[in-house]
């Protein structure tokens, strides 16, 4: 079973700063199987960035991913007010086929 | 207005069952795998099931095997999960989620449905 581990848990980060985000996977993942999505409270997940690189229909492009192997990174250049949730990266695995997700990263305002 | 609505949560026993639906709308269903996913309460999420398009390829995380089965209308755009034999760790929301496309993400999701299993 392949466990992603998300850090830190915590992010404390000040409108406008950059916050980069990590996702490591316990074994080499396919970087075309790698998520990342945000959630805030009450709401239902939202998918900012698949294939690993991939921003998702609407998703600002303040949104990066990046990463391969068992290294992920999911980069907000400028956080806003309205990106201060929680972001969970996400692999699909092929044998069998299932997906998993990481522990998430909360972003909270400084 | 792509939209994913589910329901059929609420309150059951351990040991009990539970339906949930998830109504489709302003997509053609039948063109996409199809998910459920939960979040316990102050926790993460967890990937439960997966269904194929054509309903051939039916997919479940380890703890739920045996006790949950999801099925699918295409004729009324519908996604079901039947629960049986519930337990307290089965309480959490439960999200229906649309695969993107060929991409094995998740981009359309519903609000969710509140299931509780307590005595």
């Known amino acids: 079973e392949i466990v992603l581990t998300q850090s830190p848990g915590t992010l404390s980060v000040s409108p406008g700063e950059r916050a980069t985000l990590s996702c490591r996977a316990s074994?080499?993942?396919?970087?075309?199987?790698v998520s990342w999505n945000q959630q805030k409270p009450g709401q239902a997940p939202r998918l900012l960035i698949y294939?690993?690189?991939n921003r998702a229909t609407g998703i600002p492009d303040r949104f990066s991913g990046s990463g391969s192997g068992t290294d992920f990174t999911l980069t907000i250049s400028r956080l806003e007010p309205e990106d201060f949730a929680v972001y969970y990266c996400q692999q699909y695995v092929t044998s069998p086929p299932a997906w998993t997700f990481g522990q998430g990263t909360k972003v909270e305002i400084k | 207005e792509v939209q994913l609505v589910e329901s059929g949560g609420g309150l059951v026993k351990p040991g009990g069952s539970l339906r949930l639906s998830c109504a489709a709308s302003g997509f053609t269903f039948s063109g996409y795998s199809m998910n459920w996913v939960r979040q316990a309460p102050g926790k993460g999420l967890e990937w439960v099931s997966s269904i194929s398009s054509t309903s051939s390829d039916l997919y479940y995380t380890d703890s739920v095997k045996g006790r949950f089965s999801i099925f699918r209308d295409n004729a009324k755009n519908s996604l079901f999960l039947q629960m049986n034999s519930l337990r307290a760790e089965d309480t959490a929301v439960y999200y229906c989620?649309?695969?993107?496309?060929?991409?094995?993400?998740?981009?359309?999701w519903g609000r969710g449905t509140r299931v509780t299993v307590s005595s």
């Open positions: 074994q080499s993942v396919s970087s075309t199987y």
């Open positions: 294939g690993a690189s």
């Open positions: 989620a649309r695969h993107y496309g060929d991409n094995f993400a998740f981009n359309i």
